[in-house]
């Protein structure tokens, strides 16, 4: 039974429907929850360091219940958005509440949408993969797969990574750094990869181009179904979802760095190379991810069974609690810059 303490996951999309039904002020439930009461909640509740033994880990991964509160969250990524498509349309909306619904949206569509489509994406499956592409498609960003499979994963905690915040970096500067230099890395991975199967540019392999398409034709079907607000609406909460990925890949290796090698090579990633927090309420609210040093030690590895590790850096509070913080460079580096082991430092 406490196996299902990751339904806590659609608290997020549950506050979301909240904002969209009632209206007025509950359009800021959203964030409020989020980014107010998680991290109040993270303060409170202890942090737990404990791994799996073997026959729990063996256990974790015959059980399909956790496959399943993934796969759950396509039909409610994209309820909500086609829901909140509706209520703006024949709702006669305040400013103050479209902007607060496109955050609640643009919130579910990071959480719900992106961080699953993360973990699906690591998958070994092709309809696992499907339905972790078709969650990054309201939020603009299904080059992530690319990017993040081949790219990221390679180049964690060096300086030829888009997702690696560099030491004394706010955060503002990293949305712009990271999305703009992800976006054209995925391009060159999907040339590289049509290079090596002898495929044209103008091909049916071509991801990128696919992604491309469908992304357009997304916003192409809304302007057609919901006039232009409905275009706004989907439009900017999906720039506030992939706003939500980079502040969490600000978060996940900031100022980290591999060594490198007499040869020039980096050394392999290994669990010191990515921040890790134990604070419960947001390990499950976010399917793990917190635990993001041992993902980036062995990336195959499933969300109910990642570990802690005592090497890894560790963050003084969860990652929602670390958003916050970020927001704040000052305080973010006041606070994080002196955890950041000296030999390591990404400048």
């Not at 990071?110 to 699953?116: L, S």
């Not at 603009?140 to 690696?164: Q, V």
Request: aromatic share 16%; net charge positive; hydrophobic share 45%.
């Amino acid at each position: 039974m406490k196996d299902l303490k990751y339904l806590a996951a659609f608290s997020i999309p549950l506050f979301a429907f909240v904002g969209l039904y009632f209206q007025g002020y509950w359009a800021w439930a959203t964030p409020v929850f989020a980014f107010l009461c998680i991290p109040v909640l993270e303060l409170i509740f202890p942090v737990d360091t404990d791994n799996f033994s073997e026959t729990e880990v063996n256990s974790r991964l015959k059980q399909k219940v956790f496959d399943w509160l993934l796969y759950l969250n396509l039909p409610i990524v994209f309820g909500l958005v086609i829901y909140g498509l509706f209520i703006i349309d024949t709702n006669n909306i305040e400013a103050y509440e479209f902007v607060g619904l496109i955050f609640s949206v643009g919130i579910v569509l990071g959480v719900n949408g992106i961080n699953v489509a993360h973990e699906l994406g690591h998958r070994q499956t092709t309809n696992e993969r499907f339905l972790g592409k078709a969650l990054l498609l309201p939020s603009f960003y299904m080059h992530f797969f690319i990017e993040h499979n081949y790219g990221h994963h390679l180049h964690a905690a060096t300086p030829e990574d888009p997702a690696t915040a560099r030491y004394n970096q706010s955060v503002y500067s990293f949305w712009l750094t990271s999305t703009v230099r992800q976006y054209f890395s995925a391009w060159s991975i999907q040339k590289k990869l049509l290079k090596n199967t002898n495929q044209p540019f103008l091909s049916t392999k071509n991801d990128m181009l696919w992604y491309t398409l469908f992304q357009i034709l997304y916003l192409f079907v809304v302007f057609l179904l919901f006039s232009k607000t409905g275009f706004i609406f989907a439009l900017a909460s999906g720039v506030v979802g992939f706003v939500l990925l980079e502040t969490v890949n600000y978060i996940e290796h900031y100022g980290l760095l591999r060594l490198q090698t007499k040869s020039g090579r980096y050394e392999r990633v290994r669990e010191m190379h990515s921040w890790n927090s134990n604070h419960v309420i947001g390990r499950i609210v976010l399917y793990e991810l917190t635990r993001h040093s041992d993902h980036h030690y062995k990336s195959s590895k499933k969300y109910q069974i990642l570990d802690c590790h005592d090497e890894s850096p560790q963050m003084p509070f969860g990652y929602p609690t670390s958003m916050v913080l970020a927001m704040l460079p000052p305080l973010w580096f006041k606070i994080m810059n002196k955890r950041v082991p000296k030999s390591m430092i990404l400048n």
